[in-house]
């Protein structure tokens, strides 16, 4: 029953980043303000990867301390 919270934990970023995308998408990504908002996305994602691998190290941890 792992996956449940690390997926929940995935769409939550992953949400956040599409709104960013969606505004790239309706301005174009040609603009500054395209590039801008496509870089605020990767940014969300590269932050969410980052907090995604914490939460799964430190549940591995509590894991192997159980047995």
């Known amino acids: 029953m792992e996956a449940i919270p690390l997926a929940k934990l ?3 970023f992953v949400a956040i ?3 960013p995308f969606a505004m790239v ?3 174009g990504g040609r603009s500054t303000a395209g590039m801008l908002f496509a870089l605020a996305g990767q940014f ?3 932050v969410g ?6 939460y ?4 591995a941890i ?3 301390g159980e047995r």
Do not use: D, K
């Open 10 to 12: 995935i769409g939550v």
């Open 17 to 19: 980043a599409l709104v």
């Open 25 to 27: 998408f309706l301005l």
């Open 44 to 46: 969300v994602l590269a």
């Open 49 to 54: 990867s980052g907090i995604v691998l914490m």
């Open 56 to 59: 799964v190290i430190s549940h």
């Open 62 to 64: 509590q894991l192997s």
